[in-house]
Nanobody
Framework: QVQLVESGGGLVQAGGSLRLSCAASGRTFSPYVMAWFRQAPEKEREFVADIIWSAGWAAYANSVKGRFTIFRDNAKNTVYLQMNSLKPEDTAVYYC????????????WGQGTQVTVSS
């Protein structure tokens, strides 16, 4: 049983920056992956970035590569999404999720945090 709590969302101007946090608690099974997804109004949920926890290896969607960075703090059991050069199309609810390797399914999800980017 894993609980995920996102925070750090808000309203920001285009070109600005925002850092999201996802704090994990409860039982986990290694190796595992933590990821960020987002869902804009009237759109499907979209993969943003993920990280293999123990190795720190990260992957990004093409739409955010070069602008967003995912990283983790082992001591705090928290994963972050640093978002720079934000664009209005980045507006969405951002969700944190966890899966155990080598599975492709994400077993645990947070409740989401709203990010709104104004033009």
């Amino acid at each position: 049983q894993v609980q995920l709590v996102e925070s750090g969302g808000g309203l920001v101007q285009a070109g600005g920056s925002l850092r999201l946090s996802c704090a994990a608690s409860g039982r986990t099974f290694s190796p595992y992956v933590m990821a960020w997804f987002r869902q804009a109004p009237e759109k499907e949920r979209e993969f943003v970035a993920d990280i293999i926890w123990s190795a720190g290896w990260a992957a990004y969607a093409n739409s955010v590569k070069g602008r967003f960075t995912i990283f983790r703090d082992n001591a705090k059991n928290t994963v972050y999404l640093q978002m720079n050069s934000l664009k209005p199309e980045d507006t969405a609810v951002y969700y944190c999720a966890v899966r155990t390797l080598p599975a492709s399914e994400y077993d645990y999800w947070g409740q989401g945090t709203q990010v709104t980017v104004s033009s």
